[in-house]
């Protein structure tokens, strides 16, 4: 089964925060994100591991709940560039590599002005 | 650096038909692996293959398969092509010991 993302399409006003979730039925060893514009390949934002710390870089930043086995995505102050459909990608504890993800339901995310 | 590259980038078979795609990583990159995207079933992975040996393989039919070259090249194969292997194809590639997939702008395969 996928992991689950919530919600399923979300529209911002440029400057808005959002957040997306990411939720698995599986013991998760990592978390991946990426966002994919369309048209175009997917991009990686950020990884989170297992009993790693929250990550983030400016204004994307994202955690994750081991004892739920869910992760949150956080876009504060959003800007066009952040328009796309955000995927979270998990590996399982015990699969052993991180070019095997499942990749979730995906998000798409419309800012506007 | 380049990026990965996939050929080709559009293609439209009929059913019953075979395709192979192509895949050339980021230069020393090792690992390439492969998903389908489509609108009902998002991205899913289809194989990973690492210094020439299929290291992990997707639920996906016997009919699709892939190898990989000495240079880190990979092929994939689809046979006897179905209507709902329409998709695109992502290939992507990483450095050893890191976890940031790098995807190509992948190949759009019609089957009519």
């Known amino acids: 089964q996928q992991p689950v993302q919530s919600p399923q399409a979300v529209i911002l006003r440029e400057g808005e925060d959002a957040v997306i979730n990411c939720s698995s039925s599986k013991a998760l060893y990592s978390v991946h994100w990426y966002r994919q514009k369309h048209g175009e390949a997917p991009v990686f934002l950020m990884i989170l591991l297992k009993g790693g710390e929250q990550k983030g870089h400016e204004k994307i930043s994202a955690s994750f709940n081991e004892k739920k086995q869910q992760s949150s995505l956080y876009l504060t102050a959003s800007q066009l560039s952040y328009s796309g459909t955000y995927f979270c990608g998990t590996t399982e504890i015990g699969t052993g590599t991180a070019s095997k993800l499942t990749f979730g339901t995906g998000t798409r995310l419309q800012v506007t002005l | 650096k380049a990026g990965v590259t996939q050929t080709p980038r559009y293609l439209i078979k009929t059913r019953g038909q075979q395709v192979t795609l192509s895949c050339s990583p980021i230069s020393g990159h090792r690992s390439v692996s492969w998903y389908q995207q489509t609108p009902g079933q998002g991205l899913q992975f289809l194989f990973e293959y690492f210094s020439e040996t299929q290291r992990n393989k997707g639920n996906f039919p016997g009919r699709f398969s892939g190898r990989q070259f000495s240079n880190s090249r990979s092929e994939m194969n689809v046979s006897t092509l179905e209507l709902g292997d329409s998709a695109l194809y992502l290939c992507?590639?990483?450095?050893?010991?890191?976890?940031?997939?790098?995807f190509g702008e992948g190949s759009r395969l019609t089957v009519l």
């Open positions: 992507a590639s990483r450095a050893q010991g890191a976890g940031e997939l790098f």
